[in-house]
């Protein structure tokens, strides 16, 4: 069996201002004529996503005024890109519409100011299906759509503020006359446009399936934006080259006020292996053996995904091939019940690591006979010991505090495959490694 005890290569918990403005330089899209757009709706943060303009001959450049009447796209006011236009919403049910004419294909970055206002920024198709939203559901923040991927032809944004919340109906009494809130006052703000020209190692929008993902080469990192609520990114990672004494590391570079998602799926769909940080947290995940099945093509696919969203700082994703060859160590992936790790019948140690997200399962294999096994977690993260038996918990062991030894003894019934899962809190935070021992003891019960 093959396994090593990998040195740790953290990623940076955030990406320096300075790389994340050269690498933003580059934002791109692959986009081609008949692909499927992505829908993405959702909320943004902050946006202040500067981009590489492509050229255009549609005189942008400066700042203009709305022209009203513009609360629908065949009035629409024309934002030029790169342009700035200043709007007005005024009454609060207005709704201000601005006519993007796209002459070639890039990514394309919509922003507001921020405002005394809570704004919702759309952006429709030629169609007039809406392709993003951007809601952050709080006043005083830029709302924007970033790294948006386009081909030729008309786009329109539109601006229009968040109504407010229906009022709560009050149980068992006479439901209150209805009123009409009084209006707000006017809200002035700008909006700009900019088109992304492509670049290597960097995501392509859309990307949202197997269909559209983006290439990716151990050892050569890759950056990209979880730039909507509901936004996905795949990554199409070729393992052909890999030798059968390899195995990978994946790491995914921390994303300020977003709880990432990590997926891995084999060259069918598969899925392989599932992890989720806390907020701002990075993802690792090390020691995962490629899983290629018979008939199927040599690729995996790398999902990322957020609980909400933030435009304006990249992650960067990262995959490292090295020698597998220990005996003692943890194989990934092992995170879900039903895809153990088969502990060594040979050994009574495994030596394993763990990472935000991370749960590590193990199979105890069956046999004819009952037995009791003894088990000892130790290691430096805070975890929790756990034996499964037809998918139930019947023994676990959670103390509290890093580096809390663990201990438990749990029966096993014959011809019975029990399961380990060691796993953290799930506010945990960092990376560390552990020992899990499993001695096998007299047998308990009848």
Request: one cysteine or more.
């Amino acid at each position: 069996m093959r396994r090593v005890v990998p040195a740790r290569q953290p990623l940076a918990r955030s990406i320096s201002v300075a790389w994340l403005v050269a690498v933003t330089l580059a934002i791109t899209v692959g986009g081609c004529g008949g692909k499927k757009r992505q829908r993405r709706t959702g909320d943004a943060a902050p946006v202040e996503v500067i981009t590489a303009p492509l050229p255009s001959g549609s005189g942008a450049g400066g700042t203009s005024d709305e022209r009203e009447p513009n609360d629908s796209s065949d009035v629409a006011t024309t934002l030029a890109i790169p342009g700035t236009v200043r709007g007005k919403i005024e009454p609060d049910a207005d709704a201000d519409y601005f006519r993007i004419d796209v002459t070639q294909a890039g990514a394309l970055t919509v922003t507001t100011t921020a405002v005394d206002a809570d704004l919702i920024v759309e952006i429709e198709d030629g169609a007039g299906t809406v392709i993003a939203r951007s809601d952050r559901g709080a006043v005083r923040v830029r709302e924007g759509v970033p790294n948006l991927g386009v081909t030729p032809g008309r786009y329109t944004a539109i601006v229009k503020k968040k109504p407010p919340p229906a009022p709560k109906k009050t149980r068992g009494k006479k439901a209150a006359a209805a009123t009409t809130p009084p209006a707000g006052p006017a809200v002035s703000y700008e909006i700009s446009a900019q088109l992304a020209a492509p670049a290597a190692n960097v995501e392509r929008e859309p990307d949202d399936d197997r269909g559209t993902a983006n290439d990716l080469i151990p050892g050569d990192p890759v950056t990209g934006f979880v730039g909507w609520n509901a936004d996905v990114d795949v990554w199409k990672l070729s393992v052909e080259a890999l030798s059968a004494n390899n195995a990978i590391d994946i790491e995914v570079g921390a994303v300020e006020g977003v709880a990432l998602q990590l997926e891995l799926a084999d060259g069918v769909g598969q899925l392989l292996l599932v992890r989720k940080a806390p907020k701002g947290a990075p993802l690792v995940a090390r020691n995962v053996l490629p899983v290629v099945p018979s008939g199927a093509p040599p690729f995996h696919y790398v999902t990322i995904k957020g609980e909400r969203s933030n435009p304006e700082t990249a992650y960067q994703l990262r995959v490292t091939a090295k020698p597998f060859e220990a005996l003692d160590a943890e194989i990934e992936p092992n995170d879900l019940v039903d895809k153990p790790m088969t502990f060594p019948a040979e050994r009574t140690i495994v030596h394993g690591n763990w990472s935000a997200g991370d749960v590590d399962c193990y199979a105890l294999a069956a046999d004819v006979a009952a037995r009791s096994f003894d088990l000892v977690l130790d290691g430096e993260p805070d975890l929790s010991l756990e034996v499964l038996i037809d998918g139930k918990v019947v023994a676990k062991s959670e103390l509290k505090g890093k580096g809390t030894v663990e201990k438990l003894s749990a029966p096993v019934p014959p011809n019975v495959t029990a399961i380990v899962r060691v796993r953290g809190a799930a506010d945990a935070t960092g990376e560390g490694t552990y020992d899990l021992t499993v001695r096998e003891g007299p047998a308990s019960g009848p």
